[in-house]
């Protein structure tokens, strides 16, 4: 599973000049999860992550490397929330690894990409209380609301980091978990939400091919895309075309 990897390259570009904090994963870090959706009043704010009109961008990267994804970790770009004044720039981005999914059968192919999706998913089952997370798959939007009483009580993002990694830790598939979370002043958050849009035109292509698209390049809406991230191609034909070498759709 390489289609994501030259996002993943290209995030340490867009992620500002500040050196990052890195934490190892400890599941006792994890901060409470309510196990539902966590209201916090704007009475009750501190601030928010991406409030005001600033940015929000959230994506997901799967990759098989162990050279991307070495370990468990979490890492702080810029200003943790015990530092924060007021309602901040932001982004988190997980990046996971996962066990070789991949298959030249159609069928095990299929069940691969369905368990991205999954993946993906997890961040709609994560309630840190106190940490009231607004998700906007459209626009690829994640701003969250931070209760003063939370803050005060210790909240940091490698404790909501943990609860995060200990979430996606529970599918099996995943073997590591990489989680950054940005809220550095000079980091890149246009070139970060085009990543992110870059991500979701993946994974719409790839739910595109499953169904069964069309094998003219000339015809297809998604030609944009297969011609950008390597591999497309090939997994489109291997799918939609089996026996045929992409090649020959040029």
């Given at each position: 599973m390489e289609l994501y990897n030259p996002i993943i390259r290209g995030v340490e570009e867009l992620v500002g000049s500040s050196t990052p904090q890195k934490y190892p994963y400890d599941p006792a870090d994890a901060w409470e999860d309510t196990?539902?959706?966590?209201?916090?009043?704007?009475?009750?704010?501190?601030f928010e992550l991406g409030g005001s009109g600033k940015s929000?961008?959230?994506?997901?990267?799967?990759?098989?490397?162990?050279?991307?994804?070495?370990?468990?970790?979490?890492?702080?770009?810029?200003?943790?929330?015990s530092q924060l004044k007021g309602d901040s720039s932001y982004a988190r981005i997980a990046l996971l690894r996962v066990g070789d999914i991949e298959s030249d059968d159609?069928?095990?192919?299929?069940?691969?990409?369905?368990?991205?999706?999954?993946?993906?998913?997890?961040?709609?089952?994560?309630?840190?209380?106190?940490?009231?997370?607004?998700?906007?798959?459209?626009?690829?939007?994640e701003q969250v609301r931070i209760s003063r009483d939370a803050l005060k009580s210790g909240m940091s993002f490698r404790r909501i980091g943990a609860d995060f990694i200990r979430q996606y830790k529970?599918?099996?598939?995943?073997?590591?978990v990489k989680l950054l979370f940005i809220t550095a002043p000079d980091a890149n958050y246009d070139g970060l939400a085009k990543s992110a849009k870059t991500v979701k035109d993946i994974t719409m292509s790839l739910t595109k091919i499953l169904e069964g698209m069309p094998t003219d390049c000339g015809s297809?809406?998604?030609?944009?895309?297969?011609?950008?991230?390597?591999?497309?191609?090939?997994?489109?034909?291997?799918?939609?075309?089996?026996?045929t070498n992409a090649k020959d759709h040029h």
């Open positions: 196990g539902a959706f966590e209201l916090v009043m704007l009475r009750d704010a501190a929000a961008v959230n994506f997901t990267c799967v990759t098989t490397s162990p050279e991307l994804v070495p370990q468990d970790e979490i890492l702080v770009y810029g200003s943790d929330l159609e069928e095990d192919t299929e069940q691969a990409f369905r368990a991205i999706q999954d993946m993906d998913f997890v961040k709609y089952h994560v309630f840190p209380k106190g940490y009231m997370i607004r998700t906007s798959s459209e626009s690829s939007r529970r599918n099996p598939h995943i073997l590591a297809c809406n998604l030609k944009a895309i297969c011609d950008e991230v390597e591999g497309m191609k090939e997994l489109h034909f291997g799918v939609g075309d089996k026996g």
